[in-house]
């Protein structure tokens, strides 16, 4: 019977053990130490890689000095293999004792590579039985005692010194086997790996059976058979004998069960790691040790006191395991919604992705039950995630009002350059720069951190601009209206002036036509309607400039001749048009002439004389330098309306 061993935490074990070869070798050696206890054993395994090739005798001895510097007060033997990576068998192996019991100092256990020809007999106790520690099952048994009831040999080989083996108690019986006995009982630590030394003398040598065979032929037949049936039945007790000893040597089959504490720990370890709710990777941890505790459990044979409660455990710790997996799977789908919510801004629809990821995850929080331990945890993460969600759903919101601003941003400018197209008064440039300036706002309104948001930064540079030279462009077509409406009504004025013969006023009011009508921008709708207008304009303001000038003309020579014409006596009347000036004289002063003329040469005063003369000949160059200033011809008649002088002004 094996003493009750402590509980090892192995995950400690292998840490230290780690620590303390990593120290030994002074850097990160390929072997890679496992711990794990098996039947009361602990067994210590060095895994590497099948490309490095290790010293087998030096790793053994050096794992050894490390694993005996430990704490194992529980432990009564330990065994140590080496095992490459990937592989289920080790290729070496070698076990010892903390405490060498007296009765167990007749093994000493040797490396798997001890050679394997060694058909030595040992002599084997329940105590060797014991520490070799076999797990093989029932049915190993059946068959080894079939294969021993055909093999011939074992009758020659074999033999028990008790013959009532099946009456006896097994601490009083003594089994001759062979390393090849120990294959067949499916040893895990294997023939090859003990230390199965020749006993001196205690291999018979071949003549040895020959010489015997002979006198068993010389017996009877009755002790032949007896030989026989007694090498079947005691084959037989043992394949029982060692029956019964695997069944009651299993796992918590007598005294305390370990496994089971030990599942109950790791499961009291889960649940004090699912508690710290702000630690995300507490359900990989918990599912760990509580699977770790569900493997252990599998070890408890059926015919165990503790099998019922392990298999109860089993049920309740799988239900654990399958609420932490939901955890971690709604976990899994938060970690990557919110590793997808990096890197702003996003489409929308990588935010319908990240919402449908935080709606999945939710799902599956909602899933575990309020019994579950891990409902705390997966409550507090629900809370989160909800948050989360209402979060997303605010950026896909304003993702989706962004595209949508962009989009109507983008009409009205489009709007805007068809209008541009077809525009030529101030109204349709209105519409244009009301249509601009619609898509200026709505694209500067588009928040950051949306992907519309980038796009709008480039549009709204060419907004700004395109608005600029409506504005410019309406503000044109104001001024040219203007300017054009000034145009027409002066030129309508003038008109009427000159029907009147107003030809001041007439220039007066084709200049103002004219000089509004040059005002009108050339790029304006307008200029095209006033381009004809301006030449016309021109000729109609020369015309009325030249009427103005022939009416000043003809009130000079008015003003000219009704000086001339003046005297005591009137001179002469008179009429002027454009074309011709018509003097006659009056009766009056052509008698007071006639009479001066008359007493003058009566008189023959030669200073009144002169001065006749001089009279006349200032009146004749009056009339003459009237006509040469006007312009106009000049005829001068009698009082009875002949024509006596002419005069053409030089041209």
Known sequence: MKTAIRNINTEILEYNLQESWQSLKKSNDACEIKCDLKVGTLLVICQHPANVAIDREKTITELKSIVQKQDLESIEKVGICLNIIGHIYPYA???????????????????????????SEIKVTPELLDSLDNPFSLKDLEAISIRLKSEEKIEANTYVKNPNILGNKIQNSEIKITPKLLD???????????????????????????????????????????SQVEFISASLSLAILIGCFYAVTQPCV????????????????????????????????????????????????????????????KSTYQAEIEHLETIRKA??????????????????????????????????????????????????????????????????????????????????????????IIAQFPESWKKVNSSWADALD??????????????????????????????????????????????????????????????????????????????????????ISVKPLIKSYKTLLEVAQSNQKLLDTLAKVNQDLSKTCKGKTKICKYSVTKDLITVRFTSDYI?????????????????????????????????????????IPLEVYNPQGLKIAAHFPKS
Request: proline fraction near 5%; charge should be positive; hydrophobic fraction near 30%.
């Open 93 to 119: 192996y070698h076990s010892f004792f903390t405490k060498i019991p007296s009765e167990r100092s007749i093994l000493t256990f040797m490396p798997k590579w001890v050679d394997k020809d060694i058909d």
């Open 184 to 226: 067949d009982l499916d040893n895990p630590f294997d023939v090859e790996g003990l230390n199965l030394s020749p006993k001196k003398n205690n291999r018979k040598p071949r003549n040895h059976v020959e010489q015997k065979l002979p006198l068993i032929k010389e017996s009877t037949v009755n002790m032949a058979t007896f």
């Open 254 to 313: 007598i005294g305390k069960c370990v496994i089971k504490s030990t599942a109950e720990e790791l499961n009291q370890q889960s649940l004090e790691i699912i508690k710290n709710i702000e630690n995300s990777l507490g359900p990989k941890s918990a599912q760990e040790k509580l699977e770790t505790a569900i493997q252990n459990l599998k070890k408890i044979p059926f015919w165990s006191i503790h099998y019922l409660k392990s298999q109860h455990l």
């Open 331 to 420: 976990l899994s789908h938060g970690e990557q919604a919110a590793q997808n919510s990096k890197g702003l801004p996003l489409p929308v629809e990588d935010w319908v992705k990240i919402q449908s990821l935080w709606q999945e995850a939710i799902s599956l929080l909602e899933k575990v039950p309020e019994e579950s331990r891990a409902y705390p945890f997966a409550k507090n993460k629900l809370q989160q995630y909800r948050k989360y969600l209402v979060a997303i759903k605010g950026r896909l919101t304003i993702e989706e009002e962004a595209n949508q601003k962009l989009i109507a941003a983008k009409k009205s400018a489009q709007l805007a350059e068809t209008r541009e």
């Open 442 to 527: 709505k694209a500067s309104t588009i928040p950051p951190q949306t992907t519309a948001y980038v796009e709008a930064k480039n549009l709204l540079p060419q907004y700004e601009q395109k608005l600029q030279k409506a504005e410019e462009r309406r503000i044109t077509e104001e001024i040219g209206q203007e300017a054009y409406n000034q145009t027409i009504s002066y030129s309508k004025q003038a008109e009427v002036f000159e029907t009147k013969d107003n030809w001041i006023k007439a220039k007066e009011y084709w200049q103002k036509a004219l000089n509004y009508a040059e005002k009108i921008p050339t790029n304006s709708s307008y200029f």
């Open 591 to 631: 008698d007071k002439i006639k009479k001066t003329t008359k007493a003058v040469e009566n008189s023959k005063d030669k200073n009144s004389r002169t001065e006749l003369e001089k009279h006349l000949k200032t009146l004749q160059t009056a009339l003459k330098t009237i006509s040469n200033n006007s312009n």
